[in-house]
């Protein structure tokens, strides 16, 4: 819409975590070097913790897509699940088949596997992300699963990533001896003023702009406004330079800014105490306290987009990696075939933006609730 206008290849403030144009702060990079260090020296149970909207997700879509690229990797966001529930998500996301069988099956389905990924050399990584919701026999399980070894080797690396709630919930006495298990921690925090400058900056050279978009005094207020988290600063700029596109202003002054703010993340529901009619509130999730029945639905929905987007990449990469050379008749109907199965994928790529489109206006409506943190 407005890319045009401001000499941009591309939006710069997609709230959809995009690796290609992750900016590192000290924060961030401290934490991918305790990822990184977890993962390549076998540390056995990783975790990975922040506010909403503070990058989680994009630094572990990071490490997927650089150093675990090659490695059988299994990604779990639905969390709320029973032990029996999470093995089976365990087993289906590394693709092994335990369809019917009970838990102690399902465990020494998975044992049996990772000891073969163990002979191949391949080295295996569970991540569990919005672990904070894991039920606390469900945690249980996960340690469980992180003593798996060979005669002194772990078989499995494990990833918690998670909010807050994720560290008080394994400072209780139930959790002890698995909060003892946990080898690299780390937790990331918001960016102070000097970063989402630096924030602001990046986002737009990496989109091709090559002069300021925002005036000093808009960034100043993007952060009053946004308390240093990148996903508000994300929303707040990207409606910000709507609204300036329209009044043909450039850069974007802190007046379009204080609009922006004042319209669109100002509490604006009109019932008392900023709650939904009990009506309204049993449609969300039945039983549940607005802000968590929301955050659930986003949480959910987040989830799927960011599955979907990794099993579109996947199936993309191996395609191409095994598309044959067209040097004879036969190789040249397996190649015109693939890239007719990949234009299949248009669909995928089409449902993947729906999704997107949708979070962002849940995420957009509930900021204006005054429901989200």
Known sequence: MYEEYYRLR??????????????????????????????????????????????KT???RYILNSLCRDEPTCVIFDTNM???????????????????KSKPEKIEILYKYLVKCFA????????IDE???????????VRMLSN????NELLLQILLVGQPELKKKLGSYELLQFAQRIAVKYHISAFNKEETVEYINFRTKKAGRTTPLFTPEAIGRVFDASGGIPRTINLICDLALVYSYGLEEDPVSVEAVEKVIGENFSTSLQYAGNKL?????????????????????????EGSVYTLLLKFDTFIRKMDENKPKATNVVDKKLSKQLDIEK??????????????KKYKELELRTTQSGLKN
Not at 131 to 141: C, F, M, V
């Open 10 to 55: 591309e939006k710069p403030f997609q709230i959809v975590p995009n690796p290609g144009i992750l900016y590192l702060s000290k924060k961030h990079k401290a934490a991918l070097t305790y990822l990184k260090y977890g993962i390549t020296e076998g540390a056995g149970v990783i975790m990975l913790t922040g506010e909403v909207g503070t990058g």
């Open 58 to 60: 994009t630094l572990v």
């Open 82 to 100: 029973t032990p029996d529930e999470l093995l089976s998500a365990i087993l289906d996301g590394f693709g092994v088949n335990a369809q019917g």
């Open 120 to 127: 191949n050399r391949e080295n295996p990584l569970l991540i």
């Open 131 to 141: 672990a904070q919701n894991l039920p606390i026999q469900t945690l249980e399980e």
């Open 148 to 151: 798996l070894q060979s005669d």
């Open 277 to 301: 009619p009990d009506s309204a509130l049993e449609t969300l999730l039945p039983g549940k306290p607005l802000n968590q029945a929301v955050e659930e639905r986003l949480q959910r929905l």
């Open 343 to 356: 234009q299949k994928c248009v669909y995928v790529v089409n449902r993947y933006n729906w999704l997107v």
